[in-house]
């Protein structure tokens, strides 16, 4: 039933997921590091999970739904101009850059990359799950594009696709320099080029013929 609180030993070996897998990847991860951070038996992993690969497939499900909750329940939605909407969503995700990498990382982007090729039921989950989230943000771009720039030859879906790209890349470089320093300013870039964008321009936004 939607809405359900899992069991509590589920919850927590899910939750565990969501932090382990995003700090060591899928492939670094086992089951003994999910049951540790858990704090649960292994006994209990498989009374609720018959393989690490349908824990992951529970886990993906678990990000999206509890990621699209609180971004359902942001207060940019309460912004009147669309455009607007869309800087708040910018900013609320530069807001999230704190805590462990692990906490704000992509556990969608971290899976894909290394699952892509040899867990298909993974990917695909995972290509769901982002084009779901990208589906979310296309409301307020087509509603902006229509507003500002209705002659855009762009698509709202193809810059969603766009934002989430600058995402993943700004949390693959944040690991890689071990901070959010580089992510807070690609999402600045991010601000700046959505305003660009955004601007009407008899050159920039003439529909292709």
């Known amino acids: 039933m939607v809405g359900k609180r899992p069991h509590d030993s589920k919850a927590r070996l899910l939750d565990a997921a969501l932090f382990v897998i995003r700090a060591q990847g899928y492939a670094g991860t086992t089951i003994d590091d999910i049951c540790h951070r858990a704090g649960v038996t292994k006994g209990s992993f498989f009374h609720h999970f ?28 309460e912004l009147s101009d669309p455009l607007e909407r869309v800087f708040g969503y910018v900013d609320l995700r530069a807001e999230m850059l704190t805590g462990d990498l692990a906490d704000y990382t992509c556990l969608l982007g971290t899976m894909v990359q290394e699952t892509y090729a040899t867990h298909p039921e993974i990917r695909a989950a995972c290509n769901e799950a982002l084009s779901s989230h990208v589906a979310s943000l296309t409301t307020d771009l087509e509603a902006a594009r229509k507003r ?21 890349g700004s ?35 003439r529909e292709k013929p």
């Open 50 to 77: 018959k393989s690490k690969e349908q824990l992951a497939l529970s886990a993906v499900n678990h990000f999206a739904t509890a990621t699209d909750e609180m971004f359902a329940a942001a207060a940019f939605h």
């Open 148 to 168: 500002y720039v209705p002659r855009a030859a762009w698509s709202a879906e193809s810059v969603g696709l766009f934002i989430q790209t600058v995402l993943q």
């Open 171 to 205: 949390f693959i470089f944040a690991k890689s320099r071990d901070s959010p320093k580089v992510a807070r300013e690609n999402l600045d870039h991010l601000r700046r080029y959505l305003t660009c964008l955004f601007q009407p321009s008899e050159t920039a936004n």
